[in-house]
Each structure stands twice: as C-alpha cells, then as structure tokens.
C-alpha cells in the first residue's frame, strides 16, 4: 500500500447534514496543494479522495456551507496554478440515497499495485531528528516533483536529494503515467531541491507539476504514505 489508506467508515452517519464539497484535480501534486489550501481556509473536514483511471483524483470534503464554499473556491484557485484543471461541485445536505454512490469503500487496483480510496489517518508527524532531515520543527516542508513517466521522475529525484538534505516519504502512481514523488525536511532545502529536480525532467518526460507546501495541512499529513 502506498498512499495512507484505512477501511471504508460510513461517511454518511458524520456527515448527512453537512455541505459536501467535491473537487476533482489531475495530478497528486494540485490535489494535495489544494487540499492544503481547503484545510487552512476554514472549517472543513476532508473525507476521503478516491483516484479515476486517467490520473485524476475526486476529492470529498464536508462542513458548513460558508466554509465548504470558501475552501473549495481558494482549492480551485491553487489547483489551476499547478495545471490541475479542477472540476468542483457543491451539495447543500445531500440526499440520503445518493451517499450509496458518494460514500466509497476501500479498493484496491492491482494494475497499479495499491488503493484508489483513500482516508486521512490524523496521526502525529515524526519530527525527531531521527526521523526528519531537519533542525526546526516549525521549517517543516513538502516537496511534490509529479511527471507523466517513470524515467523523468527517477533522473529528477536522484538531482533532487544530490541537491538538498531531504528525506523521500514515497512513490505515488496515479495511472495514465503519472507518478509522483514526495520529499520532505527543512523548507530551504525541500525548495532546493525540487527547483534543481524539476530542471532534469525536460527531454525524459512530462513534468505535470513541481510543488512546495511550507507547513503542510494536517489533512495532507494524513494523507502521505506511512
């Protein structure tokens, strides 16, 4: 299992009479930047996201509809500037029918060798100096390089980490030839890094994004491989 997954939990029970927000993104690198974005713009709660075969990622969050309004426009905003091209919908108290087809349970695709659902695991973040290439708790960082082929994001990481003291976390395959690999430590050097990776990929693959978050979401920490 690669992305952080647990068993399917009924959404509908938490959350019926909730606003649900859905946003669905290409890529894993808009996803998670936007998905930051949605957690610190308010009140909202990610649910689960859930990948399509084509190296999209439908993203579900729910909480009162002032909060769910405004995180999901600042998410598509963020997701656009990472060429995510996001699709979004908002439904007021959804019919209890529909959580039939909304509410997904946990799958696993053996094409691409992991699950396609995924829920957050809020579970507290090693910042040891064991554990993180890091002096300051505070400068923690993500870095995202994502490439439509394996080659390109191989050539980049191996720049990447020659270029920065940072830790790799994990490789995600979305289908359709994307793959993503995240990076984490100082800022200074998380940043570093993906500037120098990013610069390899031309000529090997497409670069489909190459992202920093400072001081990631709890929702994205949730999220990341375990």
Known sequence: MAFS????????????????????????????????????????????????????VATKVAGPTAAVETAMVRACATAEQLGGRPVMAIIKRPDD????????????????EQDVVFFPRYEPVATTAEDLPMTNETSLALGFIETQGFTAVFEA???????????VLGKEKLGGGYVTVIIQ????????????????????GKLIAAHVLARPSPAVLALLPK
Do not use: H
């Open 5 to 56: 997954g647990i068993e399917s939990r009924s959404l509908r029970s938490s959350w019926l009479n909730e606003t649900l927000g859905l946003l669905e993104t290409f890529g894993l690198t808009p996803t998670l930047a936007a998905i930051d974005a949605m957690e610190k713009s308010g009140e909202v709660r990610v649910l689960q996201c859930e990948l399509n075969d084509l190296g999209g």
């Open 97 to 112: 029918r529909a959580w039939n087809a909304i509410d997904s349970p946990r799958q696993y695709n053996p094409l691409i």
């Open 157 to 167: 990481i191996d720049t990447a980490c020659k270029a920065g003291n940072v830790q």
């Open 185 to 204: 430590g100082d800022l200074a050097a998380v940043t570093a890094a993906i500037e120098a990776g990013k610069q390899k990929v031309e000529g090997l």
